[in-house]
């Protein structure tokens, strides 16, 4: 079995469709470990704000294979694929580490460069997973965290609840 970690976001009708992918994650893969969630502003174009969360779960399942997936779980809670890589989103679950695997190809990069570039990933998966070395480094994503919030590279996201 291998330790899987995804991020998932939502900024419309959020509270429903994180449950409901969380939901769907789990009746496909099995108990899962989830981080707090974080309110984000939307990044690369004007919307609402986000939902986000990393989960995490252990798997026997190929990458590719999981991708498909998140794919298929994503379309039953309404998203729609167009050509902007920055729109608006039902549900959004994206691979972010699979083991200590790294892989560079086109369509499967890990893990997913979006860790250090944004903080509605790597927040909670700092609090998720703190200790965990990021695949092929030294460093703790807890490291990278408190080096991102030191370096003013990232902004920390509001911290909520699904109550909200």
């Known amino acids: 079995m291998t330790t899987v970690l995804v991020s998932i976001g939502s900024n419309i009708d959020r509270r429903r469709n994180i449950r409901g992918g969380l939901e769907s994650l789990q009746a496909e893969v099995g ?9 984000t502003p939307a990044q690369g174009f004007e919307g609402d704000d986000f939902y986000n969360l990393v989960a995490g779960f252990d798997s026997e399942q190929s990458p590719r294979a999981l991708n498909q997936l998140f794919k298929a779980i994503e379309a039953r809670h309404g998203r729609e694929r167009g050509d902007q890589k920055f729109a608006p989103r039902t549900l959004d679950i994206d691979l972010l580490i699979y083991g200590d695997q790294i892989s560079n190809e086109a369509d499967l990069q890990l893990p997913r460069d979006e860790i250090e570039r944004y903080s509605f990933v790597l927040q909670p998966l700092a609090d998720l997973a703190p200790l965990m070395r990021y695949p092929g480094r030294e460093e703790t994503f807890s490291q990278l965290w408190r080096r991102a919030l030191t370096e003013k590279r990232m902004t920390p996201g509001r911290r909520v609840t699904l109550d909200d």
């Open 31 to 39: 108990d899962l470990f989830i981080s707090p969630i974080y309110e």
